[in-house]
């Protein structure tokens, strides 16, 4: 089981915005590491979301946000379109693990 | 461009042995890390390891340790994922990465399949 909490769904309607939590702990985003954020596409690679908790690699739109606090940790997409509908996975390093790890994932649909 | 390019889709039965490739072009393949992700059917993303080509500072995720080895052939820029023995709960979609020195993964290899079944 992973040490990163995601809840395993959440949904909207086209434009909306929704929010994607990652839940730690002081070993890891507590501790003061980096987020990062990967979207999956159904039957693809993940693909770089968000780096560094709130950077979007060059080509991500900014519909795509990150940010952090305290041992937690959030992605948020606005103006939500029926492209986003992928799977969601935080990542962070864990102290007590002495590696990265990743969050239980986060299915988005659009309604 | 940098691009990592896997080997091909593998079925094996329990107990044999398999050697997966990732190879690296674009980029200086002994500066960057190398790592390894697994993702089993219907599931989450699981980081296995890393390794450094430059000089095979290897390091695994304490799941993995035991189960797995990785490898690089600098000579090739090609990194391995390695078992000697397979069981069925080894099958799943295998990925490379590349994870830089903060620890995110900026470029993705399109994944490895290993169904092992009798």
């Known amino acids: 089981q992973s040490v990163l909490t995601q809840p395993p769904s959440v949904s909207g309607a086209p434009g909306q915005r929704v929010t994607i939590s990652c839940t730690g702990s002081s070993s890891n985003i507590g501790a003061g590491y980096d987020v990062h954020w990967y979207q999956q596409l159904p039957g693809t690679a993940p693909k770089l979301l968000i780096y560094g908790n709130s950077n979007r690699p060059s080509g991500v739109p900014d519909r795509f946000s990150g940010s952090k606090s305290g041992t937690s940790a959030s992605l948020a997409i606005t103006g939500l379109q029926a492209e986003d509908e992928a799977d969601y996975y935080c990542?962070?390093?864990?102290?007590?693990?002495?590696?990265?790890?990743f969050g239980t994932g986060t299915k988005v649909t659009v309604l | 461009e940098v691009q990592l390019v896997q080997s091909g889709a593998e079925v094996k039965k329990p107990g044999e042995s398999l050697k997966i490739s990732c190879k690296g072009s674009?980029?200086?393949?002994?500066?960057?890390?190398i790592g390894w992700v697994r993702q089993m059917p219907g599931k989450g993303l699981e980081w296995m390891g890393i390794i450094y080509p430059g000089d095979s500072d290897t390091r695994y995720s304490p799941s993995f340790q035991g189960q797995v080895t990785i490898s690089a052939d600098k000579s090739i820029s090609t990194a391995y994922l390695q078992w000697s023995s397979l069981k069925a709960s080894d099958t799943a979609m295998y990925y490379c990465v590349r994870p830089r020195n903060s620890g995110y993964a900026d470029y993705w290899g399109q994944g490895t399949l290993v169904t092992v079944s009798s």
């Open positions: 990542q962070s390093y864990d102290s007590s693990l002495s590696g990265e790890v």
């Open positions: 674009g980029y200086s393949f002994t500066s960057y890390w």
